[in-house]
């Protein structure tokens, strides 16, 4: 069998260091390729590594068919799955794929759920024989598993604030210090901070390594502090609370409005699935030339 590398699949988890990567090697030469690659048909999706270093030097190897996947989303879910579980898995890497995990399964819930509503807006009766497809309970409960930022912490095996900072760094941060974060010359909470600020001074931040980094850490949270360190004499004793404290209530702030976003989300979704459930169960009733039942 000739096996297919996607270049999506092979990208879609961070690659190993240097380091890792020579280990890996090192252990290949020494005691073969113990684990099996997976594949999706002739599609290559778990052992990239493994496969590149077996070809490189001619060794032998086993495949495993998973016969599980449908869809390259089943593929995609099943990758987070099994690298969330994995030590070598940085604490940033792990909660970007939690968040994706949360993104897929939003989106095929909804996919699943307006064809099945259109249907029955166009009175087919295939959308009645539908109904039980629209959201499956396997689905149902691995979404309930990252449904909020409480949820995704324990799949990611970090904190609440944690996820509120790799979302804070997904959106705003530039490439360069995304790069620094995986380099690990910048923690998530230092990043989160880096964050705040335009793309042309993140990128110079990062250009600095991890000491000019340090600096500007330093200086955007002396810069959040500094107003309330000028107040008034006469204001001192009320001030200086607030100023040890401002940066710290603003998190809890930012992280109680993202939180309520992420449960609105929810609902809302919610919502949407038991919408096209009545229109099912419409459709069914009218199929059936029976009585539509009053609302309350």
Partial sequence: MDIVVNEELKAYIDPLTPDEHASLERSILAEGCRDALVLWGNVLVDGHNRYGICQKHGLPFNTVQNTQFQSMQDVYLWMIDQHLGRRSVSDFQRGVLALRKREILEHRKLEKAHPVAAQADEGEALAVSNADEAFSPVDAAELEKVATREAIAKAARLSSSQVA??????????????EALKAGDISINAAA???????????????GGKDGLKQV???VRDAKRKPKDEAPEAEAPQSAPSAAHGAEAVDAALDKAQQQISDLRARVQELELENAQLRLQLAAAASQDLPVPDEA
């Fill in 165 to 178: 900072q790799i979302e804070k760094i997904q959106k705003s941060a530039a490439p360069a210090l995304v």
């Fill in 193 to 207: 901070v880096v964050a705040s600020l335009p793309h042309e001074e993140q990128q110079a931040a990062a250009q």
């Fill in 217 to 219: 850490v330093k200086q």
